[in-house]
């Protein structure tokens, strides 16, 4: 369930543009089963029925009744031990320097165009973060560091298409301070 939430909560930190994209996939994706003909086919018998034969149905295609769990009490979300956080986010944070270091090279290299897979990588870390459920004492700390993160990430993410490389690099160097301080933050946590 915390992975379902995990995708939740990276769905809505996207941008507009992100949202819709990702909702014509999956709209997609889910309507695909359905595009072939699941209509029933009549299969017609080799000789003439009599009165007491009628024409077979064959179903193309039988739903598979589903099984789903009701729901239980709803309770406030646990929180991640500390282990959890510290590997979860150090993790999630590691990905996000390789996507930077990416975006850097791509602006050195001039592939504009590309940067719009790494903000997409960038904003896909951002929504990890924020399925991880800090505890109380930390909660503060840890919102205000994620917020300055995801701010960097949503800036360098709107500048793509109408700021200069020098704008997208120093976009970069943000987000590369706000994981910096992230990491220091999450290191400490016991």
Do not use: C
Request: cysteine-free.
């Amino acid at each position: 369930m915390k992975f379902l939430s995990g995708i939740w909560a990276w769905y809505l930190a996207r941008k507009l543009w992100q949202k819709i994209l990702i909702g014509l996939f999956a709209i997609g994706a889910l309507l695909s089963p359905f595009s072939e003909d699941s209509t029933t086919q009549v299969v017609a018998p080799t000789q003439s029925p009599s009165a007491s034969e009628s024409p077979v149905e064959i179903p193309s295609e039988t739903p598979s009744p589903s099984i789903s769990e009701s729901p239980t009490e709803s309770t406030a979300p646990i929180p991640d031990s500390p282990v959890q956080l510290r590997t979860s986010a150090l993790g999630d944070l590691a990905d996000m320097r390789k996507d930077v270091a990416d975006a850097k090279k791509r602006i050195q290299d001039g592939g504009i165009a590309r940067l719009y897979g790494n903000a997409l990588e960038l904003a896909f870390n951002i929504g990890q973060l924020q399925s991880l459920e800090p505890s109380e004492d930390i909660a503060e700390e840890w919102n205000a560091k994620l917020t300055r993160l995801e701010t960097a990430v949503d800036e360098f993410s709107d500048g793509l298409s109408s700021e200069s490389v020098s704008k997208s690099r120093a976009h970069l160097n943000e987000i590369l301070n706000a994981i910096s301080s992230l990491e220091k933050f999450v290191k400490t946590v016991k």
